[in-house]
């Protein structure tokens, strides 16, 4: 069996350099240290973390002293000033491209434009972006959130950094006949697009594909929708035990993907777990063949 691995599965530039700062507050602070929900969409990750007395809150509420880490989608301004006025140490591990679209949004604002932030309205970044905006601005999954908008003087868009280029295409082409004046911020990440358009390629090619990645992840559940969508024999797992090596009958090419919040050494779990059902199976062939 053939097992081919996306060149880009696993973390992506800002969750990396979450986890790196997270790991060096851990080194050298003393005290309480918390993150404001999950640092990034792992659980297994979370968990490792929590050796390093790295402790997720849900809440603000829940936390009465120490330092706060930042996740990588960023927390919302009121939080962050919550965060201020508590006098909580605070290290910021907000992605600089989610940091982007926080500014875009405040400047859209300044400037009077009517504001779309294409994505998940429950999604802890879309809540973040929102916050930097006032006046007259919503959010919208599809244009069918759209459906009954009245003409706008003018319109600004921003995308959650994990959207389909394909949905920020849609919403901007209906927009334009709703305004005259129309201003587009590409922010979907180039991590999220170069995983999808890999994936993408190899959902096409293989027989059965594995998407290794929390199922809390908004980036690896589009991918595994998107992978679905070309190869209905897509797995969506978090650990290598809850594959199950029946998935892989009769498949000659299997292909390995994750989200950007999955680390390597899951990725290497499932590839290993699949490399030993292949292993077995073709054993088993060579000693039935005369
Ligand atoms: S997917 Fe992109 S925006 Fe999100 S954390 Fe990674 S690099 Fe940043």
Redesign the pocket.
């Known amino acids: 069996m053939e097992i081919l691995v996306a060149k880009s599965a696993g973390f992506?530039?800002?969750?990396k350099r979450a986890i790196n700062m997270a790991q060096e507050c851990a080194n050298k602070r003393k005290g309480e240290i918390h993150t404001l929900g999950p640092i990034i969409h792992n659980p297994q990750v979370v968990k490792e973390l929590e050796h390093s007395h790295i402790i997720p809150k849900r809440g603000l509420e829940e936390i009465g002293g120490g330092t706060v880490i930042i996740r990588?989608?960023g927390i919302t301004l009121q939080e962050t000033e919550m965060i201020q006025d508590k006098g909580l140490e605070m290290i910021d591990a907000t992605?600089p491209?989610?940091k982007k679209s926080q500014e875009i949004v405040a400047l859209l604002s300044r400037e009077g434009y009517s504001i779309i932030v294409v994505g998940e309205k429950e999604h802890p970044e879309v809540k973040g972006i929102l916050s930097y905006g006032d006046g007259d601005i919503m959010i919208a999954a599809s244009i069918d959130e759209l459906k009954d908008m009245p003409m706008k003087k003018k319109i600004g868009i921003v995308a959650q950094?994990?959207q389909q280029i394909k949905n920020l295409k849609e919403i901007v082409s209906y927009c334009l006949e709703k305004t005259t004046e129309l201003r587009v911020f590409n922010t979907i990440?180039n991590?999220?697009t170069i995983r999808q358009s890999e994936s993408y390629e190899l959902a096409k090619e293989v027989d059965c594909i594995v998407v290794v990645g929390g199922k809390n992840s908004a980036?690896t559940n589009r991918l595994a929708d998107m992978c679905r969508e070309i190869q209905p024999r897509t797995y969506h797992v978090e650990v290598a035990s809850e594959l199950d090596p029946a998935w892989f009958d009769g498949a000659s090419k299997v292909s390995v993907t994750a989200g950007?919040s999955t680390p390597d050494w899951l990725i290497d779990e499932v590839v290993s777990f699949i490399k030993a059902v292949g292993e077995k199976r073709d054993k088993y062939v060579n000693v039935k063949q005369p």
């Open positions: 992506c530039f800002g969750v990588s989608h992605c491209f989610v950094t994990t990440c991590a999220t980036n950007a």
